[in-house]
């Protein structure tokens, strides 16, 4: 089991970066995929992109023009979510959320643990 607790999250001006970190504690973090999803205001959650305990990435179906990149420590158990050319559509709660099947989908009924999430918010 492990538990993922989302920080990084914070106001930035359109065009800015941003590094999510999000720390799952757990003695088998780097069997389980990881995964960040997003609510912007007003809408549904939705898939960002994850990673599987391999490392091997999934994308998503939403066109971030390559600017968003996932990675993993496992020594630290953490996993990152580095934004560049940040929009004002890309304002949401970001989530970090875990599968411990491994194998990162773009479906969040897959994902078991989730995070509190972190606001992100991009001004214009």
């Known amino acids: 089991q492990v538990q993922p607790v989302e920080s990084g999250g914070r106001l930035v001006q359109a065009g800015g970066s941003l590094r999510l970190s999000c720390e799952a504690s757990?003695?088998?973090?780097?069997?389980?995929?990881l995964g960040w999803f997003r609510q912007p205001p007003g809408k549904e959650r939705e898939f960002v992109v994850g990673?599987?305990?391999?490392?091997?990435?999934?994308n998503s179906g939403v066109s971030l023009e390559g600017r968003f990149t996932i990675s993993r420590d496992n020594a630290k158990s953490t996993v990152f979510l580095q934004m560049n050319s940040l929009k004002p559509d890309d304002t949401a709660v970001y989530y970090c959320?875990?599968?411990?099947?491994?194998?990162?989908?773009?479906?969040?009924?897959?994902?078991?643990?989730w995070g509190q999430g972190t606001q992100v918010t991009v001004s214009s």
């Open positions: 757990g003695r088998t973090f780097s069997s389980y995929a």
């Open positions: 990673i599987s305990m391999s490392g091997a990435i999934t």
């Open positions: 959320a875990a599968d411990p099947r491994g194998t990162a989908t773009p479906f969040g009924s897959s994902y078991v643990y």
